[in-house]
């Protein structure tokens, strides 16, 4: 099992930093930050995809066609860790060597969105949460902790969805 989560964590790591390079590369100076969100979630998405991969492999090459939800989920949360520590380290990277006015212009981009979309008796409070989060995220350490848990949550249900789709008991694999 270890060399599984071992070569798929690596994997998963490896695809996510490159992801973010080439979108770092490629829209860095872009204000669209929309579109940097999704890129970050389809990066995301992908660098998970290994957990499927990994899971049906140990269940097919090293445990007979057998995988219990508790073994799964083992595999799934190992390989998990890495492009979750790979997402915060380079979030925090990022934000504070990379591009350093980042925070500052992803927070005015929602403060002018809610501004436009929030009624005006609720727009004090709107914005006072928004100053909160910004004042979380100047926190190197939350930034990091924020990002890792991102990751680690949306690698958590793509392990669960893997480990039912894959979920075989003996009987059935022998049959």
Not at 147 to 170: A, E, H, N, P, Y
Request: contains cysteine.
């Amino acid at each position: 099992m270890q060399k599984i989560v071992l070569r798929y964590g690596c994997y998963g790591l490896i695809v996510i930093v490159a992801l973010l390079l080439i979108t770092f590369f490629l829209f860095g100076d872009s204000n669209n930050i929309e579109r940097q969100e999704v890129i970050g979630y389809v990066s995301i998405v992908t660098s998970l995809l290994f957990v499927y991969f990994a899971i049906r492999q140990w269940r097919d090459r090293y445990n007979n066609g057998v995988l219990t939800f508790g073994k799964g989920m083992a595999i799934g949360t190992l390989i998990t860790l890495f492009p979750s520590f790979a997402f915060g380290l380079f979030s925090w990277l990022y934000m504070a060597v990379l591009d350093p006015g980042h925070n500052e212009r992803y927070f005015q981009h929602y403060i002018e969105k809610i501004k436009q979309q929030t009624p005006p008796e609720k727009l004090a409070a709107a914005l006072e949460k928004v100053n909160a989060e910004k004042e979380m995220f100047n926190n190197p350490l939350m930034q990091f902790v924020v990002m890792f848990l991102t990751v680690f949550m949306i690698g958590m249900i793509i392990t669960v969805i893997s480990t039912m789709i894959l979920r075989r008991k003996r009987a059935m694999a022998a049959g």
